[in-house]
């Protein structure tokens, strides 16, 4: 079984998929960075205050014994207190096109440059026939021109 498990860890598609996980885990806290510390802020500022993830609508009361501060999403929630957060889930989903645009774009840049190489390959003449193919049909022909034949 140990010789199995080394010979799928040494594949190389699992070696590729471990390294794609642990860039995509770093590109996530870029994005993740980008969003909260960047792009959330901008949009917040826009939206009339700073920090937008902490939007929310209570849909329930607030327990007697709730020592935070009522206007804070995280005391709230911590708290039990159902809430509807509507803007952590908008800075997720811009965290979710951040991501999405950027793999698009990769793909994009992948496929044009496949695309370059199948149209550069078309484009090329083809490699001339050995002379001994070619003498080999001349014969070919003038046997077929025989009369006889």
């Known amino acids: 079984m140990l010789k199995e498990f ?4 040494a594949r190389g598609n ?4 471990a ?5 995509g885990a770093a590109f996530g806290k ?3 960075s980008l969003t ?6 901008i949009i917040g500022k826009i939206a ?4 937008f993830s902490g939007y929310f609508l209570r849909l ?3 327990p007697e014994t709730f020592k935070g501060s009522p206007s804070s999403y995280a005391d709230l929630k911590a708290a039990g207190v159902p809430l509807l957060g509507y803007g952590q889930f908008v800075t997720v989903a811009v965290q979710f096109l951040i991501v999405a645009f950027v793999i698009f774009m990769l793909v994009r840049a992948v496929n044009r440059t496949l695309n370059r190489d199948k149209v550069q390959e ?4 083809p490699p001339p026939e050995p002379a001994d193919l070619v003498l080999l049909r001349e014969i070919r022909d003038e046997l077929r021109r025989r009369p006889g034949a």
């Open 122 to 125: 078309a484009a090329a003449p």
């Open 30 to 32: 870029i994005v993740s």
């Open 48 to 51: 009339g205050g700073l920090d």
């Open 14 to 17: 699992v070696l590729d998929l």
């Open 36 to 41: 909260d510390d960047i792009i959330m802020p």
């Open 60 to 62: 329930g009361p607030v």
């Open 6 to 9: 080394k010979a799928f860890i």
């Open 19 to 23: 390294v794609a996980v642990i860039i």
